[in-house]
């Protein structure tokens, strides 16, 4: 099966999961504070939720005593959500739970912000590009 025909079948991305030391704690972070939408969770043998964070995307919280340790800060392992108003983001977030690094303008002109998670998970939040900004709005795939 050649890459291309791979890439084909992938239809997108559908969750990336976290592992977290308190799940009530990261409950009231991705629930309550950033507000997504929390999701109905099969009944698994181990402790977690599920979130929307976007259109057909989601996280997955699993409860695990020792889980991954984040390291490096945001130019390692992060995690970026795009959002409509970055200043009353910034505004909101820094008076809910505090900002880790920024904001700042990138090279390409797009502002963006830092925070961590209760578990260290660095979550960048930046400014959406329209459509027509955005290289990776477009579903054609360009060779």
């Known amino acids: 099966m050649g890459r291309k025909l791979v890439s084909e079948l ?64 945001s130019r390692h392992l992060h995690f970026a959500f795009g959002v409509y108003d970055f200043d009353a983001f910034v505004q909101y977030i820094d008076a809910a739970h505090g900002i880790v690094k920024g904001p700042k303008t990138r090279p390409d002109g797009i502002r963006q912000v830092f925070i961590t998670d209760p578990d260290g998970y660095y979550l960048e939040f930046c400014e959406i590009l329209t459509p027509e900004e955005d290289p990776l709005a477009s579903d054609q795939v360009q060779d």
Do not use: C, M
């Open 10 to 73: 992938i239809q997108g991305f559908d969750h990336f999961s976290l592992g977290v030391k308190n799940l009530t704690r990261s409950d009231i972070f991705y629930g309550e504070i950033l507000g997504f939408e929390k999701l109905p969770r099969p009944d698994f043998d181990f402790p977690g939720s599920w979130y929307k964070i976007g259109p057909g995307i989601a996280l997955h919280l699993i409860e695990n005593p020792i889980p991954y340790t984040p390291q490096g800060g």
